[in-house]
């Protein structure tokens, strides 16, 4: 960590209390610092390195199109392109049609909002509280957690409601008897709001807001709100996508198919900023004689295209989403082993493939800053919310089963000593 002032702002953060570290490199599941230090990244950074660090394939492919094409407008045709927009819509399943590419996950957020909007003519939107949809006015109203109630009142018609917490149920039920009040809840306020909604933005698994895995008949019980409402059905796949959680996309654990998929994060392992709109064909045929209003500078550019392109190569070739859903169970098995190690304070554990969370209720901020230090002395790198109490774990999925065994104990050996345990 490092006390120097730079001339740039950090994000999230009062910019004295940043503590940034100077990356150098990596493989793997591993990164590196200036100071020496090799790090298990247990977090893939920013939730985005799927395939992992020092990818020598996706940083070839990256110097091959800037060496072949390197600039392109937004109107402009090239292999890279069409061929990443093929496999996206063979990804996402039968029906899709059309991908609208934009820079980030934030910007895929904003544009499915519009395109819900431009199809339906309609103005509301509903999403849930914990969750997390970018950073960007429209995609930070859609947000519901801590980042947005200091910029509202950000742009009109949003409603929030209530989300699938399990452990911890906004209505009060317990999962084996209850009536799946979370998913029929949206259809009533739906109806509390005299309808017409443009769309429903979804996380499948809300990732940094506790990893919120939700019960089977949740998204089934969506759709059917959203049929009957008119609304399209918006599964924000920036987190969950590409892997994350066991399969190509989360949605895909469910028998549903959502209207429009939004990704970015895993679509090019963070190598180049890149992000897509998934369209579905009952929603992309409207802007066959209607204008589409969405248009960026940087739609689709070439280096970001290369690298995803050869991204999802390295996904298909080396089995990285077997990978995760083999290793999912393992992560968790491990997460419970820390849980019964802490006393003292009360636990849950959450997961689906490589996405897991553990929570702490009752521990002080002190012993949250403790875990903290002890990670960093074992330099390992995860996400800490101890406002929340939760430390959330998604590593790339190239991580080995050892590699995830050591770390999660080693992990543990850190919990134990900063809340008090074996």
Known sequence: MSDTEYPFFFTWTAQKSARPFELTGGDGAWFTTADGGRWLDLGALSYQVNAGHGNRRIIDAIKRQADDLCLASPGAVFPAK??????????????????????SGAEANENALKIARLVTRRL??????????????????????????????????????????????????????????????????????????????????PGANGVLVPPPEYWPIVRQACDADGALLIADEVLTGFGRTGKTFGFQH?????????????????Y?????????????????????????????????????????????????????????????????????????????????????ALEVD?????AWARLGSELAARRLSLHLDGKRGTAI??????????????????????????????
Request: charged letters at 20%; a negative charge.
């Open 82 to 103: 069409v061929e990443l927009a093929e496999k996206l819509l063979a990804l996402a399943g039968p029906g899709f049609s059309k991908v609208f590419f934009c820079l």
């Open 124 to 205: 509301k939107m509903m999403s849930r509280y914990r969750s997390y949809h970018g950073a960007s006015m429209g995609a930070l109203t859609l947000t519901g957690d801590w980042r947005r109630p200091p910029l509202e009142p950000g742009i009109p018609g949003v409603v929030h409601v209530p989300d699938c917490y399990c452990d911890h149920c906004p209505f009060g039920q317990q999962l084996a008897t209850c009536k799946r009040e979370c998913a029929t809840h949206l259809g009533e306020v739906m109806r509390l709001e005299g309808g017409g909604f443009a769309g429903v933005i979804l996380e499948p698994v």
């Open 254 to 270: 469910w028998d549903v198919t959502p209207d429009l998929i939004t990704c970015a994060k895993g679509l090019a392992s963070g």
């Open 272 to 356: 180049q900023p890149i992000g897509a709109v998934i369209v579905h064909e009952r929603v992309a045929r409207h802007f066959d004689d209607q204008m589409l209003a969405c248009g960026l500078t940087y739609y689709g550019h070439p280096t970001g295209c290369a690298a995803a392109l050869e991204t999802l190569k390295v996904y298909e070739d080396e089995g990285l989403y077997d990978n995760a859903a083999r290793l999912g169970p393992v992560l968790l098995d491990e997460l419970r082993l820390v849980a019964r190690r802490l006393s003292g304070v009360r636990t849950f554990t959450r997961g689906l493939g490589l996405l897991a």
């Open 362 to 366: 009752g521990a002080p901020a002190a």
């Open 393 to 422: 774990f998604a590593p790339p999925l190239c991580i080995s089963e050892e590699e995830l065994v050591a770390g999660m104990r080693s992990f543990g050996d850190a919990a134990a000593l900063a809340f008090g345990g074996t």
